[in-house]
């Protein structure tokens, strides 16, 4: 089992920067891919970003290709999404998701089903 908080949410402007994370507990947490995903007022959620349970293959939808950069740190149990030339189409609540590695590239992952366990999510509202 693993148990996600996220935090860092907030409100910025458009064209600045925002990092949210996510802590899990656990003491196999390099054993999970993590997954960022948002959800909009009346959208479902989608893929953001999603990294290997090394770090060392990370993924990215298109339309944060180039301005979030997603990363971990394993000796703190944390994910990291770094947030930069933020778009009003990117305000949403952002969710992390783990799912436990199985040999296959995480690049695979793409959709919420394909994620076990979830946070709470944080509010990222970006204005014009």
């Known amino acids: 089992q693993v148990q996600l908080v996220e935090s860092g949410g907030g409100l910025v402007q458009a064209g600045g920067s925002l990092r949210v994370s996510c802590a899990a507990s656990?003491?196999?947490?390099?054993?999970?891919?993590m997954g960022w995903f948002r959800q909009a007022p009346g959208k479902e959620r989608e893929f953001v970003a999603a990294?290997?349970?090394?770090?060392?293959?990370?993924n990215y939808a298109d339309s944060v290709k180039g301005r979030f950069t997603i990363s971990r740190d394993n000796v703190k149990n944390t994910v990291y999404l770094q947030m930069n030339s933020l778009k009003p189409e990117d305000t949403a609540v952002y969710y992390c998701?783990?799912?436990?590695?199985?040999?296959?590239?995480?690049?695979?992952?793409?959709?919420?089903?394909?994620?076990?366990?979830w946070g709470q999510g944080t509010q990222v509202t970006v204005s014009s």
């Open positions: 998701g783990a799912r436990q590695f199985l040999g296959i590239s995480v690049s695979n992952y793409i959709r919420p089903s394909d994620y076990n366990y």
């Open positions: 656990g003491r196999t947490f390099s054993r999970y891919d």
């Open positions: 990294i290997s349970g090394s770090g060392g293959t990370t």
